[in-house]
Every structure is written in structure tokens, then in C-alpha cells.
């Protein structure tokens, strides 16, 4: 059974910055294309970034590329993954959850395990 748990989020104000972290474990997730989702309220859920399980293959949406970074670190026991938010916007607010799932970064595919989210206010 995987376990996927999110922190760092809060309140920001504009042009800020914050990281988030996705701890991972009980699956060798080493191997596994790890996610960062987001959903607004009123909004469907949108994939931010997506790395693949040798960290060398990145997909960041449009509307955060040069400004989000997504990297990970395993070891023998989990995986960390992070998302560093810079210059951050209004609209960047929204609940952020990590996804895990089998499989490349440029391939569609879907997410088997997920967080259960942290909450990211950026005031303007």
C-alpha cells in the first residue's frame, strides 16, 4: 500500500514563494512518474508538473512554466517529491495534491495513488 502525504503549503502573498513537499512511501515509487495536480474551487483539477521516475523527463502546464520547478529524491525506503513556487499569482490558488503512476511523462496515463492535498492562498 502507497502513502503519498503533502506539506508545505499556506497563505503568500503575490510574487512570493513556497515549496512543497510529497512524501512517498510503502512502494518502491522510485520507479513510478510522480505529479503535482492542483483544483481551484469551481475548476476541474489540472496537472502543474510531472517528473518521470529518473527525474530526467519533465512536463510543467503552460501557465507555470519558468516559475515552478519539480524535482524528486529517492532512496532505498520513499521518494520525495518537491514543487518550488515562484512569482506566484492569485490564480495559483488552489488545493495542490502529488500523484504517483506507472509508465513515461509523455505518455497519458492514470494516477493510481494521490495525496490528500494542502492548501495554497496567494493573496494579491
Known amino acids: 500500500q502507497g502513502q503519498l502525504v503533502e506539506s508545505g503549503g499556506g497563505l503568500v502573498q503575490a510574487g512570493g514563494s513556497l515549496r512543497l513537499s510529497c512524501a512517498a512511501s510503502?512502494?518502491?515509487?522510485?520507479?513510478?512518474?510522480m505529479g503535482w495536480f492542483r483544483q481551484a474551487p469551481g475548476k476541474d483539477r489540472e496537472l502543474v508538473a510531472a517528473?518521470?521516475?529518473?527525474?530526467?523527463?519533465?512536463?510543467?502546464a503552460d501557465s507555470v512554466k519558468g516559475r515552478f520547478t519539480i524535482s524528486r529524491r529517492d532512496n532505498a525506503k520513499n521518494t520525495t517529491v518537491y514543487l518550488q513556487m515562484n512569482s506566484l499569482k492569485s490564480e495559483d490558488t488552489a488545493v495542490y495534491s502529488c500523484?504517483?503512476?506507472?509508465?513515461?511523462?509523455?505518455?497519458?496515463?492514470?494516477?493510481?495513488?494521490w495525496g490528500q492535498g494542502t492548501q495554497v492562498t496567494v493573496s494579491s
Open positions: 510503502g512502494r518502491t515509487f522510485s520507479m513510478y512518474v
Open positions: 517528473i518521470s521516475w529518473a527525474g530526467g523527463t519533465t512536463f510543467y
Open positions: 500523484a504517483a503512476r506507472r509508465g513515461s511523462v509523455r505518455t497519458p496515463g492514470n494516477y493510481d495513488y
